[in-house]
Nanobody, 114 residues
């Protein structure tokens, strides 16, 4: 069973940037889509971005133009570059396949606040 570990979160001011990383314990080569999800307090977990093996990407409208997802199948990693962060981006961020097939990792907290 592949395990996922997210990292790179933190406290950042509005307008700032963060880069999240997800390390998989096994190969993600055969996984069609890998995605980043987030869950804000009191809200359901939502998909914010996904990328397929060929590099095609999809984004939630709320992050389009600000976030960039990428994957490295050789290193079994998925990254999320987040720019122009807003307070409403505050959430715990997780990676998983899309649709989800792996157990959820611990996530990484992103807090956008002045």
């Amino acid at each position: 069973q592949v395990q996922l570990v997210e990292s790179g979160g933190g406290l950042v001011q509005p307008g700032g940037s963060l880069r999240l990383s997800c390390a998989a314990s096994g190969s993600i080569f055969s996984i069609s889509y890998m995605g980043w999800y987030r869950q804000a307090p009191g809200k359901q977990r939502e998909l914010v971005a996904r990328v397929n093996g060929g590099g095609s990407t999809n984004y939630a409208d709320s992050v389009k133009g600000r976030f960039t997802i990428s994957r490295d199948n050789a290193k079994n990693t998925v990254s999320l570059q987040m720019n122009r962060l807003k307070p409403e981006d505050t959430a715990v961020y997780y990676c998983n396949s899309n649709p989800t097939t792996f157990s959820w990792g611990p996530g990484t907290q992103v807090t956008v606040s002045s």
